[in-house]
């Protein structure tokens, strides 16, 4: 019998963030620990959504190598046969399925995309290629060629993980039974026990979100910067001048936002973080409590990562990746007979 898929991918555009990790590769390494006797786990970079930014391409391949040994260094097991670990341009399926799927999908459905329109905002409009445009098709194949059924994503993506079950339920109404869809997005927060999807904020502005594509990054924390340097950016992170703690994401987002860093670094339950902290009027206490937990949670971080097997590693991605294409071109070849590519039945 097949396991259900807990599948989830993340670029390899730039170093990645503390973001990423509480919003993606935590949650799914948990899983990778505690669920791969029930689930299969699908950890994957998706390196051709990579570019959808621009990024030097002197460093991609590199960069692509990096995001597979951060994976490692956050607790990814090598040696379970029901944990993979991939890379997305490996599996040519990927992207003979998104122009399948592009042909099913409205040029006003991805105009209305919230990330389309805050990232084409940024780069402005020679600089906003078709596979930005294109990108959330191209996720679309990524979790419907594995049948996944849940998807930790950051809240970011929640609405790529609605337009995958829009599409995929389209094309299954007009053809018959191609895709297995992922969960809502509601019933995944309920899996992962959540209330919501997360979203870290920016240090210097916390109305947006900590991005690793942000060319400036003073208020990201990346996995690789200098313990020392990510504290003193705690200490410069944006607040206000309420002067008193409340978890107000409204009022005071910038302390919401490092309330709820602290409780994701200590790995503990948000109010209680919050019930530690509510009503002091110290900021500059606070903020050392927080940048002392970020200075150690990075020290131990790098060490992990230093010790990482390279040649495993690619050992890993290279059978994961002769592995799942059989799954992938399976579901592929279901689409193509479905819109008449392939007779049916062979
Ligand atoms: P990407 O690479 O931008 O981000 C990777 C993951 O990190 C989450 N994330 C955050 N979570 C909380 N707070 C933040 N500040 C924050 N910043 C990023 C993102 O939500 C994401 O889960 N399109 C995806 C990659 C992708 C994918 C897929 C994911 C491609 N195909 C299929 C799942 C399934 C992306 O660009 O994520």
Redo the contacts with the bound molecule.
Sequence with gaps: MTKPVI?????A?ND??I??Y????LPMIDMANQKSEAYQINM?I?DL?SF?TPVDHTLLYEQILHNARLFVAAGLPLDNDDIHLYR?SYIPAHSELTWILDCFTGFGEMSRMTQFKDKSGTLGAERTSMGLFN??V??AA??LLYN?KY???????SQ??EFTRGIGERMNNRFGDIFTLPESVAKQHEFFGKDQ?????DLVDPTK?????DELGKGVIFLGDDPAVAAKKIMSATTDDKAEIHYDKENQPGITNLLEILALLRGKDLQQTIGEFEGQTQYGEFKKTVAGEVEQFLTNFQAQLASVDNAAILAKLESSEQLLSGTANATLLRAQQAVGLRPEGK
Excluded at 7 to 11: A, Q, V
Excluded at 197 to 201: A, D, N, P, S, V
């Design positions: 599948l989830t991918g993340i670029r555009n990645l963030t973001g990423n509480f919003g993606a590769i994957f998706p959504h959808t997305q990108y959330p191209l996720m990524d979790i996944a998807v930790p994503v950051g809240d970011d993506q790529h993980i999807g997360l979203r870290i904020k979100k900590m991005s690793k594509s």
